[in-house]
């Protein structure tokens, strides 16, 4: 499967710890994404990465929360001190460079903090 | 926040009628998207039209773009059980084009 995976599919944590997801990218793809996404809504844009560099950030992402790509494949996402509003679907998504922005997105990675 | 919205929040139809959903965003955009999402999985990307189209078919889809009126519609002929999902635009910002926005969705429920 050539697709974008995501570890673990779901998690679930007491308010406090800290997770880490990992993203991997199809291969070929320079840009990633990551999304978060709660019942009944659409994904929230989080941040986004070309190769090794973040250039962007939302302002949803506290400063609980960190991303990297290290060496521009795969990516991971960490979130410290959880809280019970963490609780979403986490979204990576990967594309390919130029000016079409079709994104190809993982299964998804769903966090339950309690 | 949300950039694109989506109308109706929830659609339900009988197995071989139409279905039409429509979106409207507030800035000025490179290109509007259309993804599709099952219960509890991922997005599937399902069409693009760039801010110079006014309509692109893919199969069974139709999708329009007015820019005057910040607004696209997406039509799903002929549909099926199968296309019961979540259906979801999003736009990127013409001066940052790297920020897609979502909206909240069209639930549509396709009965056999």
């Known amino acids: 499967d050539t697709g974008v995976s995501q570890d673990p599919r779901h998690k679930i944590t007491k308010r406090g710890q800290n997770v880490t997801f990992r993203c991997d990218p199809i291969?070929?793809?320079?840009?990633l994404y990551w999304y978060r996404q709660t019942l009944g809504q659409g994904p929230e844009f989080l941040t986004y990465f070309q190769n090794e560099a973040q250039l962007e950030k939302s302002r949803l992402l506290s400063d609980r929360f960190s991303a990297e790509r290290p060496k521009g494949s795969f990516s991971t996402l960490e979130i410290q001190r959880t809280e019970q509003g963490d609780s979403a679907m986490y979204l990576c998504?990967?594309?390919?460079?130029?000016?079409?922005?079709?994104?190809?997105f993982g299964p998804g990675t769903r966090l339950t903090v309690t | 926040s949300q950039q694109g919205e989506e109308d109706p929040q929830a659609l339900s139809i009988q197995e071989g009628e139409n279905a039409t959903m429509n979106c409207s965003y507030k800035t000025s955009i490179n290109n509007l998207q259309w993804y599709r999402q099952n219960s509890g999985r991922g997005l599937v990307h399902l069409i693009l039209?760039?801010?110079?189209?006014r309509e692109k078919h893919s199969g069974r889809l139709r999708v329009t773009l007015d820019t005057s009126k910040k607004s696209s519609s997406l039509l799903i002929t002929a549909s099926r059980a199968a296309d019961t999902a979540s259906y979801f635009c999003a736009t990127d910002r013409s001066y940052n084009n790297n920020d897609m926005r979502f909206g909240a969705g069209t639930r549509l429920t396709v009965k056999p």
């Open positions: 039209i760039r801010s110079n189209e």
């Open positions: 998504a990967s594309s390919p460079d130029g000016t079409v922005r079709e994104q190809y």
């Open positions: 291969s070929e793809h320079n840009r």
